[in-house]
């Protein structure tokens, strides 16, 4: 957002801010889509949203002061929600002539043109503007533009426009992604040819399946890595471009295909095919922390469930008008002591809760007395580098 810089009130602050910016904008192009969030209540962005902290409630008004904290005037939702609606109107009410402005207002779109047909865009219930904003690229390369620039500073925005980079054939998707000295053009569409079609459709299903903002990483492992893994095993492209299509179709196929991805993952050496399986072997053979192994099969549903939600309702759907997309406890979420939404994390009761100490030894023949086991007057098992054979548990 624009900083307020040497601005006293909101009516300065459209006048000799933001309108000239877009102005400036328009020196260049046929067609301008100024895209809003929209903040909902009951979402897993308001759970985000009150982790970033509460700001102080300021009325949006032309002739109200600006407040001196700007930042925290943003953190607060209503703050920013009564702000877009305001520069909307400014926007239409005072940019008119040749060239087309749209700007969304709530789940309604204004535009500088009268009647202009805007059945495409409006009304619409998306709640991100990064979905948001794809749709109206859809609007404009149906109405014959074929160079479209997509400015943002969300990474998720350069994913999905990748990915629709692959239904917009014949149009140019360009990204200016980020800000000052950082700012560079990306181009999508360019990027999703050097992809195969399949793997550029499913790119947003992977980025919500490998860490985004509501869906957690996996520990230690970067977009890097798991990309690296994702182009060495391509049996997971069919079943991200599937889910990210039709989440409905999630099975226990599905499942076993991501679960040997996690598990390359986590160790390319490694034989196994199943996370639980993986797991104790690269616990016991390669003596990894708890933090540092694959997770178990029922944290990874519940991980691949919120996945599917972000992935495949949310971002599956950036080109329809009004998506439907169900409950988040359906899938990997719970709300818990007032707190919002919370990720569920997995059926199974926490180590802490069923396990004090965990014992295990190194040796590899024998277990003498110097055996971590034996010194705890505990048995050899099979998380052991034993694995239980030994002679420990012949004398108990």
């Known amino acids: 957002m624009l900083k307020p810089i040497g601005i006293k009130t909101f009516q300065e602050y459209a006048d ?29 962005n308001s759970t985000t949203r009150e982790i970033r902290g509460r700001g102080i409630r300021r009325r949006v008004a032309p002739p109200n002061a600006i407040p001196s904290k700007w930042q925290e005037f943003l953190r607060l939702a209503d703050n920013k929600t009564e702000l877009f609606e305001f520069l909307a109107h400014q926007v239409v009410e005072n940019l008119y002539g040749d060239k087309d402005i ?68 014949d149009t140019e ?65 069919p079943v991200f471009s599937s889910l990210l299509t039709d989440p409905s179709t999630f099975n226990d196929d599905c499942m076993s295909v991501l679960e040997a991805y996690v598990v390359l993952l986590y160790d390319r050496t490694c034989t196994e095919t199943t996370v639980d399986s993986a797991r104790k072997n690269t616990f016991t053979t390669k003596d990894r922390s708890m933090d540092n192994i694959p997770p178990t099969k029922a944290a990874l549903l519940q991980h691949t469930k919120r996945a599917i939600y972000q992935g495949g309702y949310v971002w599956g ?49 024998g277990c003498p007395r110097q055996c971590k086991c034996v010194r705890a007057a505990l048995k050899c098992t099979s998380l052991c580098h034993c694995n239980g054979n030994c002679e420990n548990n012949e004398i108990n």
């Not at 859809?138 to 925005?157: C, E, F, P, Q, W």
């Not at 009004?322 to 997995?346: A, L």
């Open 16 to 44: 000799h801010i933001f309108l000239p910016f877009i102005k400036a904008k328009l020196r260049n192009v046929t067609r301008i889509d100024i895209v809003w969030d929209v903040y909902l209540e009951d979402s897993l």
């Open 102 to 169: 749209f700007t969304t207002c709530g789940q309604n779109v204004l535009c500088s043109r009268v009647h202009t047909d805007i059945s495409s865009l409006a009304p619409c219930t998306h709640e991100e503007a990064v979905t948001r904003m794809l749709l109206h690229a859809l609007d404009s390369a149906n109405k014959g533009h074929r160079r479209i620039m997509l400015r943002t500073v969300d990474t998720d925005a350069v994913v999905l426009a990748v990915s629709t980079a692959v239904c917009l054939a």
């Open 173 to 237: 998707i360009w990204v200016a992604f980020g800000t000052g000295k950082h700012l560079r053009y990306i181009p999508a569409h360019d990027i999703a040819k050097e992809l195969d079609y399949e793997k550029a459709r499913a790119l947003p299903m992977f980025h919500a399946f490998t860490g985004c903002d509501t869906v957690s990483s996996f520990a230690g492992r970067g977009k890097k890595t798991a990309f690296d893994i994702w182009k060495s095993f391509d049996e997971d492209t």
């Open 317 to 365: 759907q950036a080109l329809v008008r009004c998506p439907v997309i169900p409950s988040p406890n359906t899938h990997g979420w719970q709300k818990s002591g007032g707190q919002g939404w919370q990720p569920f994390w997995t059926l199974l009761p926490e180590a802490v809760a069923s396990c004090s100490e965990l014992v295990k030894c190194g040796c590899k023949k």
